[in-house]
């Protein structure tokens, strides 16, 4: 098929793109390169899956469009939160037999992260400490369920419940009324979490090409991944794109969506603004189902951003349409000047449940976090480079799960799914 794809750099309103620590440089594709695996899309699932190969042994080649983190994973929240969209499905699918292993598996990607930040020395504004929201006395209730079952199972990272006071004292607002802090979650610097993940991939072996479009897929016992000026063999493919992802139509076409999702960053907040505002430093989450999330940088900025757009277009001013949000959680910040801001497109599932797969045996693919991804990626990531050395049980546990299709979706589908965003809204009001 024809490459949608236009090569591009980081988006230059970004607060990540501003203060990146290294500015990539890795060389395009050309001739033919042979290695074990080849993995297309250098963003959080196709770095972390990259190097979880490397770290066993693989030679492996990894080609991206644009630039390391081009996507989503250099533009997102920043928050590094435990768990993986539509797990209880999954567990209703396959039984109260797995519950164990999927409770273990929602806090993988936090270890990992971790692990890697102290392994590799990555620098990346990594910090502990996140806090889930809630607008409604049923999300208090939800919040309440969720601490009883981290003492049922023996969470080993302190956590705490919030009562209104609390919540308002911590976060000075009147607008939440209760909240769950998670010490074992947090918020980091994306952008360079990805890029320092694809450096320590890259010393341990692996072929890293940016400005590096795959124009198609050649199948087989080796398939051969095209590019518009050399080729990737390979035993093995991963394909690791998202919501930018247009490859294997046949096989992938309708099962993610783009959501556009926005960001601002304000100037360097005062030290009495942030002692008023957010003194634990945590990342802050609400729950509704159309949420939005913000949390402060390593030099104070306000870091606000959500409301996703399904219309599938850019809104014109992306600080006109943040800006009043973060007014009305805090009208101390009036006046604050707006630095930043940036947005991009998140893959949405529409059973919210991640898309993994194979196609022919030896091509794999993951993706559609639903707006999860940080820890996500860094999770299925590794069960696909479980899968590849043979070990298909947690891979499976996804793989065997049905995904509804809209027939003709590339052409209305971003119209169906505001609809489905409207029910959303309609439902987080009543």
Not at 365 to 381: E, K, L, P, R
Request: with cysteine.
């Amino acid at each position: 098929m024809k490459n949608q794809y236009q090569k591009q750099e980081h988006p230059e309103k970004s607060y990540y793109a501003a203060t990146v620590n290294e500015v990539t440089d890795y060389p395009g594709l050309e001739g033919t390169v042979s290695v074990d695996i080849c993995v297309v899309g250098a963003g959080f699932t196709g770095v972390a899956t990259a190097l979880t190969l490397a770290e066993r042994g693989y030679s492996v080649a990894l080609v991206e469009a644009n630039r390391v983190g081009w996507g989503a994973s250099g533009r997102n929240g920043g928050q590094l939160i435990n768990g993986i969209s539509g797990l209880h499905k999954v567990q209703k699918k396959h039984g109260e037999g797995v519950a164990d292993m999927l409770w273990d598996l929602r806090w993988r990607g936090n270890d990992i992260v971790y692990e890697r930040v102290a392994k590799y020395g990555i620098e990346c504004d990594l910090k502990k400490g996140y806090v889930e929201v809630a607008v409604k006395q049923r999300q208090v209730r939800e919040l309440e369920e969720y601490a009883a079952e981290l003492k049922q199972h023996n969470h080993p990272h302190p956590f705490e419940v919030w009562d209104r006071e609390k919540t308002r004292d911590m976060l000075g607002t009147k607008q939440f009324i209760g909240g769950l802090v998670s010490h074992y979650d947090g918020h980091l610097h994306p952008l360079n979490l990805c890029i320092g993940e694809a450096r320590a991939a890259h010393g341990l072996g692996v072929k890293i090409f940016e400005q590096s479009p795959v124009t198609g897929i050649d199948h087989g016992p080796r398939p051969k991944v095209k590019t518009a000026r050399g080729q990737v063999d390979a035993a093995a493919v991963v394909l690791a794109g998202n919501a930018y992802h247009h490859l294997e139509q046949k096989h992938l076409s309708n099962l993610t969506f783009p959501a556009g999702s926005y960001i601002i960053g304000t100037e360097p907040l005062s030290e009495e603004t942030v002692a008023q505002i957010n003194p634990m430093d945590l990342a802050v989450c609400e729950m509704n189902n159309i949420l939005d999330y913000y949390r402060l940088s390593a030099d104070k900025r306000m870091l606000y951003g959500g409301r996703c757009n399904y219309s599938g277009r850019e809104p014109t001013s992306i600080k006109a349409t943040m800006l009043p949000r973060m007014l009305d959680i805090y009208p101390q910040l009036k006046g604050v000047r707006i630095d930043y801001e940036w947005g991009g497109m998140i893959g949405i599932v529409l059973n919210r449940i991640p898309a993994l797969g194979r196609i022919n045996d030896n091509v794999y693919y993951c993706q559609g976090y639903s707006g999860h991804g940080v820890n996500a990626t860094h999770i299925m990531g590794e069960l696909v480079a479980d899968a590849i050395g043979g070990t298909m049980e947690k891979f499976d546990l996804f793989a065997d799960m049905k995904h509804f299709r809209l027939p003709g979706s590339q052409w209305i589908g971003n119209q169906i799914i505001a609809l489905g965003m409207l029910y959303f809204r309609l439902k987080d009001k009543l």
